[in-house]
């Protein structure tokens, strides 16, 4: 089944740290660019960040440059997002979406997410 | 930042009838490759968002033909030409011309 599903989501103090992890399955992960995109709990999407597909390209929203590091290991077909500095606005469920194929630029396959709550 | 606007933010509509969501984006979405990098996606309660359409007005995979995108440059626009129960959710423009991507705030449509 072609699919991502998102972990090492949970509660952390503000300032802390956590890193979340997409794990793909059902397709190449290596030829798909991939991104991460937040959303508060009955609010709006928000992007994140965007890797391409072999790691060399990387994007970040200003609201956590400096904070957040995305990156990848095609050989584990897994996707991560280091997160530091971690602040109460940082608080939402977190999901990977891939890039369609092709250089279309949308976002075709979307994970359920992981919540990320952070406590001031 | 390009800031995209969605309207109208709630829209119920009768079942069988037609319904239209406008996105409007903040700057011209024609990226230098002479596409337009503007989708849609559809979020069902407590559902990840679903991709509708991309590139203007390419309906992916499996969507049904009652949904269409079209519009030019700033002004875009989806339509629903007749409304069923299982298109409630709510409807999010997106931009990828430029990054960073953004996201319109979301149009919530609902059953009268």
């Known amino acids: 089944e072609v699919q991502l599903v998102e972990s090492g989501g949970g509660l952390v103090q503000r300032g802390g740290s956590l890193r979340l992890s997409c794990a793909a399955s059902?397709?190449?992960?290596?030829?798909?660019?991939m991104n991460w995109v937040r959303q508060v709990p009955g609010k709006g999407l928000e992007w994140v960040s965007y890797?391409?597909?072999?790691?060399?390209?990387?994007y970040y929203a200003d609201s956590v440059k400096g904070r957040f590091t995305i990156s990848r290991d095609n050989a584990k077909n897994s996707l991560y997002l280091e997160m530091n500095s971690l602040r109460a606005e940082d608080t939402a469920v977190y999901s990977c979406a891939r890039v369609l194929n092709g250089g279309e630029e949308a976002f075709d396959l979307w994970g359920h997410g992981t919540m990320v709550t952070v406590s001031s | 930042d390009i800031v995209m606007t969605q309207t109208p933010l709630s829209s119920p509509v009768t079942l069988g009838q037609p319904a239209s969501i406008s996105c409007r984006s903040s700057q011209s979405l024609v990226h230098s490759d002479g596409n337009t990098y503007l989708s849609w996606l559809q979020q069902r309660p407590g559902q990840p968002p679903r991709l509708l359409i991309y590139k203007l007005s390419n309906r992916f995979s499996g969507v049904p033909d009652r949904f269409t995108g079209s519009g030019a440059g700033t002004d875009f626009t989806l339509k629903i030409s007749r409304v069923e129960a299982e298109d409630v959710g709510v409807y999010y423009c997106?931009?990828?011309?430029?990054?960073?991507?953004?996201f319109g705030p979301g149009t919530k449509v609902d059953i009268k």
């Open positions: 997106m931009q990828a011309t430029q990054f960073p991507f953004t």
């Open positions: 890797i391409g597909d072999s790691g060399s390209t990387i």
């Open positions: 059902g397709f190449t992960f290596s030829t798909y660019a």
